[in-house]
Structure formats: C-alpha cells, structure tokens
C-alpha cells in the first residue's frame, strides 16, 4: 500500500484516524530553468518520523476518548497496513533477491541508501555472523564452566529436611567411599558400563553424532518414544555441572552446552580418566554415588571384588536407580543385568560363556545397614521421604542445598512409637494371653530381627498428609520398613470393602443372615470350611451385627451375593494394588497387601467416597527459597456416597460395641470414631484400622 502527498494540506487516513498533516508548499521552479531539485524525503523537517508517531498517538487517544466504537476498526487496519509492509518486504527478499530487497525497503518508505537504515542493517548483519561463533566459544554469555573440576568431582551438600513445624529434621547426605583407581578393579567391570552406555565411547570425540543425529530425528517424531542419545563423556558432563546443566531440562540449549563442555573434557583427559571419574561419581540409586559405595551398599563388599554378575547388574542402575534397582524390583534388576551381559557378550568384551553362567548367578543382596547414613530423628519417615523424592528428582536430590518440607508431626511421631513400643511389649508380657515367642532382649547383639514387630501410620483422611510413620521398633536393628514395604494379610480388617459391596447391591444394615457352617470347594478339590474367631454359630443376625461381631460365615455369604469380582473391584478402587484372587477366602482377608495401601484403601469410608493419597512431603526448594517441585493433595471419587456412609455407620458400630472396643476406651466418650480390627490365624498379625 503506497501513499503520495498533495500540494495542499489533507487528511491522512490509512485507517480511519483523522490526522491532521503540514501542509507541503509547492514546490518551486529552478530559478535558471533546468530539473527541479529532488525532493528530500528524509529530512521534511526535523524528527519525522518521531512527530508522525507522536501524532499518530495523540490521534489514537482522543479516538479512545471521543469515539471509543472505532477503536477496533482503526487496530485492525493500522495492523492490515503493517503486515501489507512486512510481506511485501520478505516477499522480495525470498524471491527478488538484494535488487528486489532495495525496491521492498524503497516501497516501504525505508531506503537502503539512508546512512542511518545501512548503519543498522549492516549491524545486524554482522551480529547475526558473530553470535554462533561467540556463543560456541563461550558458551553462552555466562562462559564455559570450568572442566579442571572434573579432577576434584565430589556430590554437593546435604539437603536439609524439616518437619510440618519448620524443624530441622535430618539432612540426606549422599553415601560416598573412597575413589577407586580404574586399574584397581576388574577389566569387566569399566567394560561392562561402556557396553551398556556408550558402546563407541573410545572411538568418538564426546559425542557420536550418528547416534545423536538418529536420536533426535526418531525423538523428533510425533508419537515416538524419546530416547537419550547421551555418551559417557556427556554424562560426566551433566554430573559435573548440575546447575549449569540440569537433567531434567531437555532443551536445544542444554544439550548444545553439554555437547561443548563433552568435547572440552575429551580434549583435556584421557578416556581412562574419563572413565575412572565417570564409575566414581553415576549415581546407583538409594542415595549412593560411586562405583565403590555401590558394591558396599549393595553387596557388602569392595568394588575390586565385585563378580561379572554383579558388576554388570551395577552397570544397569546409573540409566534409571530407582526403576532398576534391587531392593525394590529384583526380576526387573536382574532383567537389566542379563541385558547388560548379552551387550557386553556381542561387543566381544566377555565370552558366551561367561555370559551364561553369570546370567544364571543368583542376586544376593547385602543386608541395608543404618549405620551407612547419617543418624536422623524418625529414619522411618526420613528414609521413606528420600525414597520417595529419588523416584522424583533422581541425583538432583543431592545436588546440594534443597530444603524438603514434610508432613511430620513431631508430637503425634512421637505417641506413636511409644504407644507402638508399649503395645508390643504388652503382648510379649501376656496381657493378651500366652506369649511364646522369641522375645527382643535375646538379640541384641545380633544381626537377626525374629523377635515381635509393630508398625504404625497417623494420616490426615482430608488432606493424605502422614503425620507419623512407625516402620518398626528399632531402626537400628531393623531398616526394613514394614508399613510400606512389608506384605501382611489384613484378616477381618479387609471385610469393609465386602461389605460395601454387597451396600452397593442393595444389602441394607437390617437385613438378617444366617450364619451357620458354610463350606466351598476350592480349585484343586480341597474343601474349604471358614470358622468363626470364637467357633461358636449364631443363627440369624442382622448385617449390622455381623460386621460388628466380625463373623466370619456371613462376610463369606456376603462376599459370594455381591460377587467376588465386585468385591475386588471395590478393594482396588479403593486402594488395594494387589493381587486379590477371586476365591471365597478373600472374604475375610486371605490376600497379602502392603500396610500404608490397607490405609489409604480405608480413606473413602472417612471421605464418604473420596481416595486420598498419602503426602509425605508437601514442597522442596532449592538454597535461594524457589519451589522446584510439589506435592498436591491428590482425592478422586472411588466410591457412592451412600455406600461409604451405611459402611461408616456400621464400623462405628465397631468401636462402640464390637472388636474395637478397645480403642473406644482410649478416646473416652463422645468422640465419633469407626473402624476395624483384624486377625489372622494363630495370631500371626493383628490389626486395627479407624477413623
């Protein structure tokens, strides 16, 4: 769009405004009667193109004022002039070439020529050339981190833990050994990280552009798998240089920074020291960097007498540690190792043989020692947490300087370990009756736990905030922590969700069934006959009365009318994630579920059907005060309303009168509580479960 001006003054309206203009005198004739002087375009008084501008404000604020329904027309041609201007400008540059820039900046009031255009055009032109180069040299405008770290690597500091109070309440140090020489360990063992992480590792420079070239066109595609296409060098990279460059930024910028340092530590190291700082410093997951401190947490001994199985089952940890690792999943630990082996068997660095029979060496794990970390108040809680954050953040958890805000209530941590310990203590002097097994006094000094455990969890039903977690009795002797990693039948306590299924299929609290012998054929022929915890029949009682008084023949009866497949569906829902097999026995609790599930699975009856999942941390920041990540209270509808309320009012029938009366006593009157016990045979576990 071109516009000319008139001898005489006008208005200029490209686009609705009405601007006044200065009139243009005309122009006058050359005195000795030859061509006109040409006309200056540039300089028609002083500041064009600021007065235009201003103007043009000015115009657009009185519009607003005086006529605010043109407004939106004015806009819209003003930004239909300036995109006509732009497209004519690239529209010559991409098919007119230079000549055909010339004559776009020409139409567009902005000739080449003027000194002031050539000036910044020429500028930019020039910056454009010399920022790649720059920024490659430096990379970026923070300058290139220092790689003479790479020789005095070491984890960054503790992060520091703190309680719902804002107490400190321990510090996650990273667990770190001496560094070991590569020379001092097995050939297979160096061997065995190259196979599986950067099988090139000695042939290229830091990076290997055809695998990094087809990684990125295949992560490039939508729907496609993202894969990493890092080598070790790149690797020692990231660990080097964690805040410079983080794992979980995925960016065109960090890779191409990461790339850079690589190829400035391959320049400046030899691959066996790359390697040796590599093994040394991959994080293995439970907290432990270094190839050292992983062969003594894992299994007990010195990284130089490691065996090929083992060695390649640490090769497998540093591409996912939590995923992968042994205390938490062995059949997927030992698939990755075998994978590890066959890699290293078609790289030609051990024999099939030596493949085969190390796939076939059973995984014997060292025993998890407490004194391998720092001592803190609660470890259970702690090492839970940390557990749990790893699978978050991964190393970055030890980066240094995080501050993890937990949900831990000292006070309400402290009741429970002491009315766990007492409770325990009771059974064992016979309050309860006849104790006959080995008491804790008789293994003190000795690696064994066969003696008596409890375990306990106080959590918010509204938030899923863990105000305690109670995982044994004694850390120290014991890190196993068996409310969220121990597997334990529930026996009657898992009879709330048979019945709420059996509610959701009309069976009403008043109904009457008869409870009597009741015997069911298993798979396999062998008859199953179901009796009740006093072995005494009642004959006809109401639903009610038969959760109250936990009677085992009716939960059956129950189970078997709603539909087994019902019954596990509404356990699931709820929270139970294990296996629940569809056999009448499930009725009254013979499956085997985690502790903290049979918790959150009994949240819905609190809620009237909501799911909360537990929160053991509610925010981590990092030194300078900034969230980097965070924990939302997490609730979704599993169950009926109406369903979780009959259920509800039927388990206080519990505490008030039933199995549970004993926690009646301990809350006194007046307080509204439900819940339920359990037991399994001989006495093996017992339970409560309330709210």
């Known amino acids: 769009m071109v516009y000319s001006l008139t001898e005489q003054a006008r208005d200029f309206t490209p686009h609705g405004l009405s601007i006044p203009r200065i009139p243009i005198p005309k122009r006058m004739p050359d005195p000795a009667g030859g061509v006109p002087e040409p006309e200056n375009v540039y300089h028609k008084g002083y500041f064009p193109r600021i007065r235009e501008t201003l103007a043009r404000t000015v115009a657009g604020v009185r519009l607003l004022a005086t006529n605010p329904a043109r407004v939106p027309s004015a806009a819209a041609a003003w930004l239909g002039e300036q995109l006509e201007k732009d497209a004519l400008f690239f529209q010559a540059g991409l098919f007119g070439g230079w000549a055909a820039v010339r004559a776009g ?19 930019l032109i020039a910056l454009i ?31 520091r833990v703190y309680d719902a109070r804002g107490q400190l309440l321990a510090e996650l140090a990273p667990t770190r050994w001496a560094v070991v020489a590569l020379d ?29 070239v087809a990684q990125t066109v295949k992560n490039l595609v939508p729907g496609g798998r993202s894969q990493g296409a890092s080598t070790i060098s790149m690797q020692v990279a990231r660990n080097v240089f964690p805040d410079r460059l983080p794992a979980a930024d995925r960016s065109v910028k960090r890779k191409v920074l990461e790339i850079r340092v690589a190829r400035e530590i391959e320049q400046r190291y030899t691959k066996a020291q790359i390697l040796q700082t590599y093994i040394n410093n991959i994080y293995f997951g439970e907290g432990v960097y270094g190839i050292e401190s992983a062969a003594r947490v894992y299994f007990g001994k010195h990284a130089s007498q490691l065996k090929l199985s083992e060695a390649a089952l640490l090769a497998g940890l540093p591409k996912a540690p939590t995923h992968y690792s042994p205390r938490r999943n062995m059949a997927r630990s030992v698939q990755r190792r075998n994978l590890v ?28 020692r407490p004194e391998s970390r720092p001592r803190t108040r609660f470890p259970y809680f702690v090492e839970h947490a940390r557990r749990m954050l ?107 969700f048979v019945y709420a299924a059996a509610v959701a299929e009309g069976v009403t609290p008043t109904d009457r069934v008869v409870d009597d ?115 939302r209270v997490k609730r979704r509808r599993v169950m009926d309303r109406g369903v979780a309320f009959v259920v509800t ?43």
């Open 517 to 631: 012998t009741v015997r069911r054929e298993l798979p396999g022929g062998e008859v199953w006959t179901p009796r009740n915890f006093d072995g005494r029949y009642r004959g006809a009682v109401t639903v009610r009365t038969s959760l109250r008084q936990s009677i085992n023949t009716i939960a059956v009866k129950l189970a078997e009318q709603a539909g087994l497949d019902d019954v596990e569906q509404v356990a699931r829902r709820a929270g139970i994630t294990r296996d629940i097999p569809p056999l009448p026995s499930v009725a009254i609790g013979a499956t085997a579920v985690r502790p903290m599930e049979l918790v959150r699975a009994y949240t819905p009856f609190a809620t009237l059907g909501y799911r909360v999942e537990p929160r053991f941390v509610t925010r981590v920041e990092d030194r300078d005060g900034k969230v980097v990540w965070r924990a």
């Open 390 to 496: 790893e699978a978050e953040l991964g190393p970055a958890l030890y980066a240094g300087g995080l501050r993890i805000h937990t949900t831990l209530d000292p006070r309400v941590q402290r009741a429970a370990e002491q009315n766990v310990e007492a409770q325990v203590r009771a059974i064992e002097n016979g309050r309860f009756g006849r104790f006959t097994g080995p008491r804790r006094a008789a293994y003190r000094d000795s690696s064994e736990t066969p003696y008596l455990q409890g375990a306990a969890m106080v959590m918010s039903a509204r938030t899923g905030d863990v105000l305690a977690l109670v995982g044994g009795r004694s850390y120290d002797e014991s890190a196993f922590d068996r409310m969220t990693q121990g597997l334990r039948q529930p026996g009657s306590a898992f009879k709330p």
């Open 341 to 368: 082996l066959s890699l290293m068997a078609a790289q030609g660095r051990i024999t099939a043989g030596q493949a085969r029979s190390s796939k076939d060496a059973e995984v014997r794990l060292a025993r998890l």
């Open 184 to 212: 001092d360990l097995p050939d297979y063992v160096a061997e065995a990280f190259v196979a599986v992480e950067d099988k090139n590792f000695y042939e290229h420079s830091g990076v290997h552009w055809p695998r990094f």
């Open 649 to 691: 009012t039927m388990l206080r029938g519990a505490i008030d009168r039933g199995t549970g009366t004993a926690a009646r006593g301990a809350l006194g009157d007046g307080v509204p509580a439900a819940g339920k016990t359990g037991t399994t045979n001989d006495a093996t576990d017992a339970w409560f479960v309330g709210f």
């Open 129 to 159: 050339a010399f920022l790649p180069g720059f920024t490659w040299q430096r990379c970026g405008f923070r300058g290139c981190p220092d790689v003479g770290k790479l020789a005095a690597l070491q984890p960054g500091g503790a992060a």
């Open 105 to 123: 900046f020409r139409a567009t009031g902005r000739g080449l020529r003027h000194p002031v255009h050539r000036r910044w055009i020429l500028g």
